[in-house]
């Protein structure tokens, strides 16, 4: 079951537990905006993964980071159990230790307009300007 606010786990990784504390700190207005949220810590490749997990009315939200400060954030909307996707976008950046609290921000007023991807990737691209935020869709 998806939680309002989820448990907050430890991990190894300083950059990771600094965007834990970051999200922790803005969990009631995150809660308010959003119907479900989880949070699990992974192991990829040897490398410590954050995974959120957020569920917006229809919408599916993920945004995960690696402790090399990788981020990759994905919109999704199902159309239907056998018609795919009403929508879906993702993309990639990279999260330094200076843009922690900008992460949390910018992952904020992304909720606002969460379905229209040209408005989300416009606040993502302000965060990390020297990204290309090409999305596979």
């Given amino acids: 079951m998806v939680k309002r606010v989820p448990d907050f786990p430890s991990v190894n990784s300083d950059l990771l537990q600094n965007v834990i504390s970051q999200f922790k700190k803005r969990s009631k207005a995150i809660k ?39 981020t ?39 909720l606002i307009q969460i379905g229209n991807k040209e408005i989300t990737i416009a606040k993502w691209e302000k965060f990390a300007p020297n990204e290309d935020f090409s999305v596979n869709k």
């Avoid at 954050?50 to 995960?64: A, G, H, T, Y």
């Avoid at 843009?99 to 992952?107: D, E, K, P, Q, S």
């Fill in 32 to 70: 308010h905006k959003v119907s479900g949220w989880n949070l699990e810590v992974s192991i990829d490749s040897n490398f410590e993964r954050l995974n959120f997990d957020f569920e917006m009315f229809e919408k599916q939200i993920r945004l995960s980071v690696w402790e090399d400060g990788i």
């Fill in 72 to 110: 990759w954030f994905r919109v999704c909307e199902s159309a239907g159990a056998t018609k795919g996707w009403k929508f879906i976008y993702a993309f990639h950046a990279t999260l330094l230790d200076e843009n922690i609290h900008g992460l949390v921000g910018v992952f904020e007023k992304s």
